[in-house]
């Protein structure tokens, strides 16, 4: 127990303690009315006391603070019966529900990719889920990178502090494609009876600056398929099937040369904009085309590496930005809405 | 790499079609157009005229009143009577006969061209009006020199449009280089060419001074070469020129170079820019004088010392290490390989001999050079490429045919190639005919087949089964038989291919069940008012002290973008408490979020299954806020949402929630929630989660309400997920209701009771009846050592209606079993 030389002071601390004892939010007790009377009458003590009251009811707030920090560090308060299905002495108007449905929403980028999964899974194609922190090997090597070749510059990756067993740095992987090697390598047995028909969905990161128009966490999609004698009509085709299903429309198609070191030959696949027909508008910046997805058959050393022999087996893998779908079809004007954890945005996607 | 159509023109044999044409067919068959800009409308209102006359303007220290002949090919412009234009200018050289280049008033300065589009007019400058301007290199877009105004020398027509003189009239198409990280060729107009006259059907011949033929031999022992380094440095020449004189080139290079958004230097300089920029071969020139001694001049090729200082042609001084590779005398560093030159032996006017570096570096070496210095040149764009060694040879040839016609009088007085005789490999690649037909998807005509190949310069033997591919000396990127099929694709165009469906069998896509999980709580959870968020998956390391998580556990980002984005996260919730207040901010009182994502922590190790990476665990966070007033009740109301989504998943009768636990990694989690208020999430043994209500600190951390509860739990939960949850049978006959109350000590857990009296109502019932129990109020008065609590009874019995009597006596049996468990009192 404290002592105040004060009476006024002692007299105000006894209440103060009790106070506390009831109070829920100990941190209330620094704004109760007998702690802020007490400093204001500091004013009005003789000028002869006034330097020994102040000091005294520093003395007393500070006691409540320490008193404070010691509840927030260690004291068990206010135990609750976390057992119980509601709490003690409510109404039942009071007791828990759930908000109302009106403002629920679905993220929509999730909303996006449910919707592309549900089309490749009617195709036939299952889902791999991608992995948010990788290797180097899985990253580049797997993929045909040369060890310093320029192309693995086209992807600003952030690198971990921590090491892999091989001496590289960990990274944020900056594509879905790092899980091409593990899904070769694990079904490689199964394309004697089947083919390979996946896609994977995923979180990329890239290190670059943000604006409205680039984020450093994006989503992709990426997709493989191996089996045997594929061409590249077959790639072409799936493409413009899954888009035309996507778009729900006949949308026209063509291609471009491109260079990944994973595919051989890639290109980018082109498709006529669905929001003006091909006539032009701000979603293909007047130009009637939209670049959608790259793409290309899978080179042969990528195969190799995963234990899958070229000569008998071929394929073709693809990967697409998902942001830059949802912001075409909403018309979102800034990328960084998506984690920015808005609900004046969010609720719109319901 | 940019390209000039009337350039690529002269390289092939057959007239080019129209440029938008070409420029579709170009991003459709060789690589993406990043832009095409039409000189025609850059040089627009530029024209060349002749400074007639100029005066000084009175009160000014440096304008001039010039007057300027267009020889009359501008119309409505004011002319005075001689016919001249009268131009206000402030530069230096403005002198009489002068011939330059003129603005006219409504003419948009090139320099500013598709930029800020800057536009002249007519305008009084110290009351004397100037009709457009004459105009500097800078302005022109021609050099960066902005000293005076763009000098034609004296020979030079004038009165035309600038874009009638030295092929101006141009059109250049900008491909992304992206395109050609693995098409060394295409950095020099020569590859480009033979890639448009290829897809254009047409076929490719090279210049015929872009040969490895006649190679002249000049031998006179003034120069040596040292490779110490011959796995990085697999070629090289080094020629000796001589009586050189350096001025500047003469037009049409100096324009061809200006079109191609080179800056025109020297005629000898110029001279190594234009051959670079048709073969894609950098070449480098040092002066003789600078690096001789006795008349000799020695060079080391080595990697450098560490620390080795060395100052570049671009002013910037470098300190080396042993991974950079460095052309050097026998004391120094004169430049820094495949990079850049040096400033100290770099060619002056008065340079009188040269020494002409044509040499293949390692590619991943020059890489690592210029990153690490942060230095980007025209030979890092195309030495990263891997260059071919052996195309040297054809580069030399060609730059000894441009020197002579640039710098007549030069001589060629010494050359050192590698010691070892050159030979040049030709790589051949075999191609089955199936294999191209699979790919393919349609068997093409052997004779279509060699003509697409030989378009493009690749000479080819056919038999039955196969085709062999000679590949030549200035290929690097052809290694293997799809290689070879992407050429043929390519350049046939992969849209006239045949688009054959894919066939397959009736079984259906196998769904993933982590996705079916996340897809169905999405569902409960929004109609339900919560809230679906994504944050990122990197946190700061404040965040981590808010929830009072170690980041030792967390995995650092070395090259984070800010502080704020440092580690990644170690949890789901603390993204989203991050979130809470911004929108309460914004007026939202109330709401529920929740997020799906990938955990990391270093406590998880390495997963061998996904190749030794670290391990991760999926997780779903929900988090409760509320900022209005009323009674805390944010623990139960998290609870609530926690206990409706796993009934969707029959899951609640086996999930349980525990006061204490064993498991390292929750104890630590539990740092963030308030004690007394949390509970573990327990499913058989294994802690998989954590619910409870967030403490005075994180709160205050985060700037949270009081009112914030959540939960965390493995996403693996739910794959134990029931297929059919339980179900009740239907009375056919009335059922009786009662409130029971039962007042217990206060320190007896709702959980006790309620288990208690579970239990003996299905020992006791289940045979007969059918029943339901569900709390309706727990009241606990203050300062008592009871509370009680309220169930509402409801009972039926299979077979027949109860009375009042019947359901008494059922109680009074209930009471009488329960009381042998607990201590209670019925009121």
Request: charged fraction near 25%; proline fraction near 4%.
């Amino acid at each position: 127990m404290e002592n105040f030389k004060n009476k006024l002071i002692q007299a105000a601390y006894l209440e103060l303690k009790q106070e506390f004892d009831k109070l829920e939010d100990k941190s209330k007790i620094l704004r109760s009315h007998t702690l802020t009377n007490l400093l204001k009458s500091i004013k009005d003590q003789p000028v002869s006391e006034r330097a020994q009251f102040g000091k005294e009811v520093n003395q007393l707030r500070n006691l409540f603070q320490s008193l404070i920090n010691q509840t927030n560090n260690n004291a068990i308060l206010n135990q609750i019966d976390v057992t119980a299905p509601f709490g003690d002495n409510l109404t039942s108007s009071d007791q828990p529900h759930l908000l109302s449905f009106e403002q629920g929403s679905i993220h929509p980028i999730n909303q996006e990719l449910e919707e592309i999964i549900k089309i490749f899974n009617l195709m036939g194609f299952e889902v791999e889920e991608n992995l948010e922190l990788d290797d180097d090997f899985h990253m580049f090597d797997a993929l045909n990178f040369p060890k310093n070749h320029p192309a693995r510059d086209d992807y600003d990756n952030f690198l971990l502090e921590d090491l892999d067993n091989r001496g590289h740095h960990l990274l944020a992987p900056a594509h879905t494609s790092s899980m091409q090697h593990r899904i070769l390598k694990d079904n490689k047995d199964v394309l004697f009876n089947e083919p390979i028909a996946k896609i994977i969905p995923g979180r990329v990161f890239r290190n670059e600056n943000i604006d409205a128009r680039h984020e450093h966490t994006f989503y992709q999609l990426e997709g493989i398929y191996v089996g045997r004698n594929i061409s590249i009509g077959n790639l072409i085709s799936t493409l413009e099937i899954f888009l035309n299903s996507y778009f729900k429309k006949e949308l026209n198609f063509h291609t471009q040369p491109s260079y990944f070191p994973f595919t051989e030959p890639s290109f980018e696949f082109v498709m006529s904009c669905p929001y003006c027909d091909g006539v032009g508008c701000n979603v293909c910046s007047l130009s009637g085309w939209i670049e959608i997805i790259g793409c290309g058959m899978i080179h042969p050393n990528v195969l190799t590496l995963a234990g899958i022999d070229p000569s008998k087996f071929n394929g073709f893998a693809w990967g697409g930005g998902i942001d830059r779908l949802v912001m075409m079809k909403y018309g979102i004007e800034d990328v960084r809405y998506f984690e920015s954890g808005k609900l004046n945005f969010l609720r719109q996607f319901k | 790499m940019k390209l000039s159509v009337k350039l690529i023109q002269k390289l092939v044999d057959f007239p080019l079609p129209p440029v938008n044409e070409l420029v579709d067919v170009i991003s459709r068959q060789l690589g993406e157009v990043e832009k095409v800009i039409d000189l025609r409308e850059k040089y627009n209102k530029a024209v060349v005229v002749q400074i007639k006359s100029y005066q000084k303007i009175e009160g000014s220290d440096h304008l001039n009143l010039c007057q300027i002949d267009d020889k009359g090919l501008i119309k409505n412009i004011k002319r005075n009577s001689a016919g001249l234009i009268q131009v206000v200018c402030g530069a230096p050289n403005v002198r009489e006969d002068l011939i330059t280049v003129w603005l006219q008033p409504d003419a948009i300065v090139p320099s500013t061209y598709l930029k800020e589009n800057f536009k002249l007019s007519a305008r009084p400058i110290m009351n004397h009006t100037s009709y457009g301007m004459l105009a500097s290199p800078k302005e022109l877009d021609f050099s960066e020199e902005h000293d005076g105004i763009y000098e034609f020398g004296p020979e030079q027509n004038y009165g035309c449009c600038l874009t009638d003189i030295y092929d101006l009239d141009d059109q250049i198409i900008e491909i992304e280089n992206k395109m050609f990280t693995r098409r060394p060729d295409c950095f020099g107009l020569i590859g480009i060419a033979r890639e448009i006259s290829a897809i254009l059907g047409h076929r490719f011949h090279s210049p015929s001074y872009y040969t490895i033929s006649n190679i002249e031999s000049y031998k006179n022992h003034k120069l040596t070469v040292n490779n110490k380094i011959p796995d990085k440095v697999l070629n090289f020449d080094f020629l000796l020129i001589d009586d050189l004189e350096i001025r500047p080139s003469p037009n049409w290079l100096k324009f061809n170079l200006i079109k191609l958004g080179l800056r025109p230097v020297n005629n000898l300089v110029d001279l190594t820019n234009w051959v670079m920029y048709l073969t894609s071969q950098p070449i480098h020139a040092y002066d003789f004088s600078l690096i001789e001694s006795d008349g000799r001049a020695d060079f080391v090729i080595r990697q450098a010392h560490d620390q080795e200082k060395l100052s570049l042609i671009n002013g910037k001084q470098l300190q080396l290490s042993n991974q950079d590779i460095v052309i050097a005398s026998k004391t120094r560093a004169l430049g820094l390989a495949g990079v850049m030159g040096g400033l100290e032996s770099q060619i002056a006017n008065n340079t009188k001999a040269s020494v002409i570096e044509l040499a293949n570096f390692d590619y991943g070496s020059i890489r690592l050079t210029a990153k690490k210095h942060g230095i980007t040149s025209e030979a890092v764009t195309r030495f990263t490429k891997q260059q071919n060694p052996d195309q040297i040879l054809a580069v030399r040839q060609t730059f000894i045919m441009f020197l002579r016609q640039i710098i007549p009088n030069a001589k060629l007085i010494d050359e050192v190639v590698p010691s070892s005789p050159r030979q040049i490999s030709k790589p051949l690649i075999k191609v089955s005919h199936k294999q191209i037909e699979t790919i393919l998807g349609f068997k093409m005509e052997i004779d279509d087949l060699l003509q697409i190949l030989n378009s493009a310069e690749l000479k080819t033997n056919s038999s039955k089964d196969s085709l062999e591919v000679e590949i030549p000396f200035w290929r690097t990127d052809l290694s293997v038989a799809e290689d070879i099929i992407e050429e043929i694709s390519r350049i046939y165009g992969y849209d006239k291919l045949p688009k054959n469906i894919l066939s397959r069998t009736v079984k259906p896509a196998k769904l993933n069940l982590n996705l079916e999980i996340r897809q169905k709580i999405r569902r409960i959870l929004s109609s339900s008012g919560a809230n679906e968020l994504l944050t990122y998956s990197f946190v700061s390391t404040k965040l981590l002290n808010s929830l009072n998580l170690d980041e030792k556990s967390a995995y650092k980002i070395n090259n984070a973008l800010s502080p704020e984005l440092n580690f990644y996260r170690l949890n789901i919730i603390g993204g989203l408490l991050d979130k809470v207040y911004l929108n309460h901010r914004a007026g939202y009182d109330k709401f529920v979020f929740y997020e799906f994502g990938q955990v990391f922590d270093k406590s998880f190790g390495l997963s061998e299954k996904l190749g030794n990476v670290p391990n991760f665990v999926n997780r779903l966070a929900v988090v409760y806020s509320s900022n209005l007033k009323d009674k805390d009740d944010s623990f139960y109301q998290i609870k609530y949402y926690f206990k409706y989504l796993l009934s969707f998943f029959g899951l609640d009768q086996n999930v349980q929630l525990k006061l204490n636990c064993h498991d390292k990694y929750w104890q630590n989690q539990a740092k963030s929630y308030q004690k007394g208020r949390l509970a573990y999430i327990y499913y058989d043994d294994e802690c998989c989660g954590l619910i409870g209500s967030i403490n005075n600190l994180t709160a205050k951390a985060f700037k949270l309400p009081t009112h914030v509860a959540a939960f965390e739990i493995n996403l693996s939960l739910f794959t134990r997920y029931k297929l059919i949850t339980s179900y009740q049978k239907i009375s056919k006959y009335p059922s009786v209701n009662r409130d029971l109350c039962f007042e217990v000590d206060k320190n007896m857990t709702y959980i006790e009771l309620f288990s208690a009296f579970k239990t003996v109502l299905e020992d006791h019932l289940k045979d007969d009846y059918l029943f339901s129990i569900q709390p309706l109020d727990i009241y606990q008065p203050s300062k008592t050592s009871y509370k009680r609590v309220t169930f509402h009874f409801e009972i039926s019995h299979k077979s027949r209606t109860l009375n009042d009597q019947d359901v008494n006596q059922i109680i009074d049996n209930l009471v009488g079993r329960l009381l042998l468990r607990i201590q209670f009192k019925l009121i």
